[in-house]
């Protein structure tokens, strides 16, 4: 058993003593050290009002003690009780008077009730004394008054003194983010993370700072190797797992997002969102049975998830199970019924069947609920094309054309006037290539034997 299991443990059961002493109402003597091992263990547990309660118990009992008011004024401050908790800080004031944290919280506090000259006067007073070793605290207390004016350059620029002084200061490059990206100083933050990880290589909220700068440039591989720096440091900052996982799911590394997911799986236990990227993933791998798996999995988790009902039909979709998929698509609407992609799963689940009418039904209905997209049209819109209602696909696209544009739709359009054997569709078709070269493959796609029309290979030769 390592020293940190050892020390979980004596904290668990000094909870337990506790917990069992308050409910039989027998009291328990306390040391200050076992205060503050309570107080924060409530405070990072998120029981707030408990951490509080015990904060006034140890107050009661040591009255002097500064360090108490100060843990009571930060749960107060996370309460959202601003004015209570400056009641307390006076009272912590009274007793220390010369006391910096207490000034310092002060600020932070005006600073996020409004009162920006009550926060500029207290920076003002303790610019004027503070020592070298202080001024990273003072900075960082700064950054909240520039935060809430919104000078985020400024906010930037403190910050960044303050990680020069101390970058082993985790507030201050907690923070650090915040200003990166309210300022968007995205290339000078990469230059300043990479020489403080020169000098502090193993500050986790450094390398994370970097993977998130980078992804907001687009430099994407950099991105997710600052990212898993930041976790393989700290193997329980949960966040940078998911950040991570994410960048290689945009960049369709679906493997390692997958080998990410299964890590944070190990780290923090399972849980609905985590089982449902999984599933993603393994979905595109073209493993359905172990996403399949996951997403029955996440439904334990909340039965009533209709984006986890939508990927299960889409598994089974993929499968050509058409019945499963559709019962998977109709729960998925049960559950909520403006999304899109619901409807049109089952309308190219009910056209594989045959169900033309049914389909028909369907794909109107996503063209209805996202008219904006050309993708929903263009899909209804190659389904006429395919099923031989050319005349009705065109009146659906020129229908379309009053709510968005696009080169899709712009093919469909040229192919069923090309079937139609409108010349007119050719110069539709010229448009097409013209707008968007990439997209000319969906015509062989609706009609395979336009592969054979030598006036439309001529065209997409001379574009290529």
């Known amino acids: ?16 003593d506790f917990e069992e002493s308050i409910s039989t109402g027998r009291g ?14 409530y405070h990072k547990d998120n029981q707030l009002k408990k951490a509080l309660s015990v904060t006034d118990m140890a107050i009661k009992q040591f009255n002097f003690q500064v360090e ?43 600073a996020y009730s409004g009162n920006i000259t009550g926060a500029q006067q207290i920076l003002a007073e303790v610019k004027s004394y503070m020592t070298d070793s202080e001024a990273t605290e003072v900075l960082l207390s700064e950054s909240y008054i520039h935060e809430v004016t919104q000078e985020y350059d400024q906010m930037y620029s ?36 990479l020489s403080i990880i020169d000098r502090t290589p193993y500050s986790y909220l450094a390398w994370y700072n970097l993977g998130e700068a980078y992804s907001c440039v687009g430099e994407y591989s950099k991105a997710i190797d600052a990212l898993e720096y930041s976790f393989i440091i700290k193997p329980d900052f949960q966040v940078a797992y998911y950040e991570c996982a994410d960048i290689c799911i945009q960049e369709k590394n679906h493997k390692k997002a997958l080998e990410i997911y299964k890590e944070a799986l190990v780290q923090f ?3 609905e969102e985590v089982l449902l990227n999984m599933a993603e993933c393994q979905k595109e791998l073209g493993n359905l049975s172990a996403a399949k798996y996951n997403l029955y999995k996440a439904l334990k988790f909340d039965p009533y998830n209709d984006e986890v009902y939508f990927k299960l039909g889409s598994c089974y979709a993929i499968e050509r199970n058409w019945n499963n998929a559709i019962k998977a698509f109709h729960k998925a609407i049960s559950i909520e019924e403006n999304t899109e992609d619901y409807y049109l799963g089952l309308a190219e689940s009910y056209y594989s069947l045959g169900s033309f009418e049914k ?58 006037s090309i079937l139609e054997k409108n010349e007119k569709g050719y110069l539709i078709m010229e448009e ?3 707008e968007d070269f990439s997209l000319h493959p969906m015509i062989f796609q609706i009609e395979p034997e336009l592969a054979l029309d030598k006036k439309i290979i001529a065209m997409i030769n001379y574009f290529r």
């Open 1 to 16: 058993m390592n020293h940190k299991t050892k020390h979980d443990l004596v904290i668990l059961n000094l909870i337990s």
């Open 28 to 41: 328990m003597f306390l040391s200050e050290k076992s205060y503050f091992e309570i107080i924060e263990y």
């Open 68 to 110: 108490y008011y100060l843990r009571k004024a930060n749960i107060l401050k996370r309460l959202n009780r601003p004015q209570e908790c400056l009641a307390v800080l006076d009272k912590a004031e009274e007793i220390a008077p010369f006391e910096l944290d207490v000034k310092l919280m002060k600020i932070k506090v005006f």
């Open 158 to 193: 403190v910050l960044k003194k303050a990680i020069s002084n101390d970058p082993h200061n985790d507030e201050s490059l907690d923070r650090f983010w915040i200003a990166i990206e309210f300022s968007k100083n995205y290339y000078n933050a990469i230059q300043f993370l």
């Open 269 to 271: 236990g399972a849980d």
């Open 359 to 416: 389909a028909d039904f369907f794909y109107r209905k996503a063209t209805t609920i996202a008219p904006e997209d050309s993708s929903y049209w263009s899909k209804y819109a190659t389904f006429l094309i395919k099923t031989g209602e050319r005349s009705l696909a065109l009146q659906l696209l020129r229908k379309a054309e009053d709510f968005t544009f696009g080169a899709d739709l712009l093919y469909c359009q040229a192919t069923a």
């Open 432 to 434: 097409a290539l013209q």
